[in-house]
């Protein structure tokens, strides 16, 4: 393995204990059940965008791990789209700058972190901190790791995930804006007003 793929290896397990520890605290402390993606009674609307963000995600998941143990035997068979130390290291930023930005999100969030749309509990809106500036940071987080992936192991197949995940996130933020608005009206609706949705004009 190459230092990359070590340091790679070291993010995809930061990232794994941050999200896990998050949802056990929950349970533990609060007697919250967090994961509630493509869980309960839902609209068909909301359950498709849950259900395809449960699977694109595995497939990240799965595109990553097999990256850092694999990439050797891939690139053989599909080649890079491009390659060279310096994007690899850019990767590998910008897939650190997503894990501390997903992980900073639940931690500002607190107790009213969900993955997915929990319709069955009253949550607070949070707006400090780094909700300050992107109303859906964790988000930017994903979004940030499956960039940080491409880069790093530019090819066919990370490209595809990016663009899948991409999309099924952003699918999934305008569930989920339609679901804060219904519950938090027009505290919302001036959150909405002065907070971008991912981050400064975006």
Known sequence: ????????????ITFGTGYILKLVL????NKINANVLAKGSKDFSTYSAEMFVRVSSSLWLLTWISEIFFHIQISSLIGFLFFNDYTTFIGIIITALGVGTFILATIFMKS??????????????????????????????????????????????????????????????????KHLLAMFGDD???YKRKVPRYFLIF
């Open 188 to 190: 919302y609706e001036r």
């Open 112 to 177: 009213s972190w969900r993955v997915g749309i929990d319709k069955n509990t009253k949550t607070t809106l949070v707006t400090e901190g780094i909700y300050k500036f992107s109303r859906n940071p964790a988000f930017v987080g994903f979004n940030l790791m499956f960039l940080g992936l491409f880069v790093t192991y530019a090819n066919i197949f990370t490209l595809i995930i990016l663009v899948i995940n991409a999309i099924a996130f952003h699918l999934l933020i305008l569930q989920e804006e």
């Open 26 to 29: 929950l349970k533990q402390r």
């Open 1 to 12: 393995m190459r230092i990359t793929d070590i340091i790679s290896l070291i993010l995809l």
